[in-house]
């Protein structure tokens, strides 16, 4: 999709993007991760899980998964196996148990078990990048270190040209660093989960509901998709 441009200043994007913030808070109230999990390990593994799959398929799996895995040590001393049959359905699953297993030995030799807790540390476990780090950070630790740009909150940034750095879809830091430049930082890890949740009710991928979106006084993109 080419780059939606608008001639707006940064203040007046940041006004913008906050009359959206608070349309989303209005519209959706609280949400939250929909990768279910009870402790900060659950969700590292669950959005691990994540890639290339989705959420729905992941808790489908974790339940018993979460039963027979419930420490970092569990995981580490898995036998691959069997772990890669316990995750096959999300697909990529020797990559995945590379990862989660990579990740927990870290986890076990470093930081005595437990996730660690800032962007430096868990970036640095295999098959962790920003995006998995921060829904970590943002929706077990309540730390806004960034701001989770999936698919969903990627796309929707382009269409509501809150994003306008990025050459191409694929510089999901660039489009975060555009996030952060225009919304408060309290406010992080709410907008990432509000528009992934809108991104999969409303603004789809292929067909936008535009004329049910509630945020569509404040999109350039509104209605542009009717007749696609
Ligand atoms: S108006 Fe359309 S393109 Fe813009 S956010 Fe809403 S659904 Fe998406």
Redesign the pocket.
């Known amino acids: 999709m080419a780059m939606v441009t608008t001639n707006e200043s940064l203040q007046e994007r940041k006004k913008r993007s906050r009359r959206v913030l608070g349309k989303l808070r209005k519209t959706y109230g609280e949400v939250s991760c929909a990768l279910h999990h009870q402790d900060a390990l659950q969700l590292l593994v669950a959005t691990i899980l994540s890639a290339q799959s989705t959420d729905k398929n992941v808790n489908k799996i974790t339940p018993a998964l979460f039963e027979e895995y419930k420490t970092a040590e569990d995981y580490a001393n898995a036998e691959r196996s069997v772990l890669e049959q316990r995750i096959h359905s999300t697909g990529f699953f020797r990559q995945k148990c590379k990862f989660i297993q990579g990740a927990c030995r870290i986890i076990v030799e470093h930081y005595g078990g437990q996730v660690p807790e800032t962007m430096d540390d868990l970036v640095r476990l295999p098959g962790v990048a920003r995006k998995t780090a921060n829904v970590v950070l943002g929706t077990w630790f309540g730390h806004n270190e960034g701001i989770v740009v999936d698919t969903h909150v990627g796309?929707?940034a382009w269409?509501?040209a809150l994003t306008w750095r990025s050459k191409d879809s694929k510089g999901a830091v660039k489009i975060e660093t555009d996030l952060m430049e225009l919304l408060p930082r309290k406010d992080w890890a709410y907008f990432a989960h509000a528009m992934i949740h809108?991104?999969r009710l409303?603004?789809?991928a292929r067909k936008?509901?535009?004329?049910?979106?509630?945020?569509?006084k404040?999109?350039?993109?509104?209605?542009?998709?009717e007749s696609s």
């Not at 936008?208 to 569509?216: N, V």
């Not at 404040?218 to 998709?225: L, T, V």
Request: with cysteine; glycine share 8%.
């Open positions: 796309r929707l269409r509501m809108h991104g409303v603004c789809l936008p509901k535009c004329e049910q979106c509630a945020l569509a404040w999109c350039p993109s509104a209605g542009m998709f």
